[in-house]
């Protein structure tokens, strides 16, 4: 009986714990991406009139329900992320701490923590801070000195070492997917020695980009949403309208010339005559890869190569069902961090009954 009533006090004390936590993340979600200061102010304040939230009207889960999802001060909506968060942070603490021995569970909610606010920044803003990659992964290496069996080692220097290398494997693995792609896609620049014709021709819901010879797969340009590709013209015509020497500025769903701004799902063709060609600086982010790094630090490189596979395979799923329901934003690169993370989690809860498994189908002896 006594048993049961710890149990369930410390059940409660992990989930509590949980959505206080993640009432803090969701300060660092919003801030972290925008270079606000973590600490300053301290107080959280609300996203729309900037007043200060007092503590009774934060308090994590109670607070969100009880004001309705709205800031009492100005009666904007709060929106439910906030709520999720501190839900989804509290649910898996409390996970965490029913799975795992106690040290190991201090260790992983840090990692679960940095988990949370990588998937919702990079939702967002298709970025994951240093702050949270590096960070986390020098975090990761830290934790396995403090807790060798994260890396199930029998010394700390083992662990550090496992850790350490798991974290190099996984930002070197996604560098050479990510480099071999742009070898497979291509070479990205385009120099013009001559003015050139260019033709832009949509296909559903990507598009064909011809420049001179040079052939290509239009989304292969963009990987963030605030990628800019700008096309230098002598002349140009979008549909049926034609212009004069002006430069198109391309995002990933619309471009402008001049003055003017059409969205891609609405244009069918666009072609005319090109001088100067300037491709998004950086076609992929290096937010991933330390991403991995960071994965592999807690996780070992087990960790990292399941993490990659599960998250390949989560986002071609998600990708075809968003294509099938035709929700998918025009030719919008999917975020990857949120797959890695999923991926992650999978296998830090199931990783040891998932490989018992593989290896009794593979050698059943
Ligand atoms: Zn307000």
């Not at 120099?191 to 033709?199: G, K, M, R, S, V």
């Not at 471009?255 to 891609?264: P, W, Y």
């Not at 290096?286 to 960071?294: E, P, V």
């Not at 075809?320 to 919008?332: D, E, H, Q």
Request: charged share 20%.
């Amino acid at each position: 009986m006594e048993i049961s009533f710890y149990y369930t006090l410390f059940a409660v004390l992990a989930f509590v714990l949980g959505a206080v936590i993640g009432s803090f993340l969701n300060v660092g979600i919003y801030r972290l991406p925008r270079d606000l200061s973590i600490t300053r102010p301290r107080r959280s304040f609300c996203p729309s009139c900037h007043a200060p939230i007092p503590w009774q009207q934060n308090v994590p889960l109670v607070s969100w329900v009880w004001l309705r999802g709205r800031c009492a001060k100005c009666g904007a909506r709060i929106a439910f992320q906030y709520f999720g968060v501190e839900l989804l942070t509290a649910l898996l603490f409390l996970a965490v701490w029913k799975f795992f021995p106690w040290q190991v569970a201090i260790a992983y909610w840090v990692f679960v923590s940095i988990l949370v606010v990588a998937t919702f920044v990079d939702l967002e803003h298709f970025i994951i801070p240093d702050q949270i990659t590096l960070g986390g992964t020098v975090t990761g290496i830290i934790a396995s000195f403090l807790v060798p069996q994260l890396m199930s080692a029998d010394t700390r220097l083992a662990s550090v070492i496992r850790s350490a290398l798991a974290a190099a494997l996984g930002y070197l693995i996604l560098w050479i997917v990510l480099e071999g792609g742009k070898i497979a896609f291509g070479k990205k620049r385009v120099e013009l020695d001559a003015p050139t014709p260019f033709a832009w021709t949509r296909h559903g819901d990507d598009a064909d980009f011809v420049v001179g010879e040079e052939r290509s797969l239009w989304s292969d340009y963009f990987a963030r949403e605030k990628d800019r590709l700008l096309l230098h013209c002598d002349e140009a015509k979008i549909d049926n309208r034609a212009f004069g020497g002006e430069a198109l500025e391309f995002h990933y769903n619309r471009v402008r010339i001049g003055s003017e701004e059409f969205m891609l799902d609405t244009v069918d063709q666009i072609s005319g005559v090109a001088r100067e060609l300037e491709i998004p600086r950086e076609a992929m982010g290096r937010g991933d890869l330390k991403f991995l790094a960071a994965i592999g630090a807690f996780l070992g490189w087990r960790g990292v190569l399941f993490s990659i596979f599960a998250g390949s395979v989560f986002g071609s799923l998600i990708g075809l069902a968003t294509l099938i329901i035709g929700r998918r934003v025009w030719s919008a690169k999917l975020p990857f961090g949120p797959y890695l993370a999923l991926g992650a989690l999978i296998w830090m809860f199931f990783g040891e009954k998932f490989i018992r498994w593989y290896f009794q189908f593979v050698s059943p002896i």
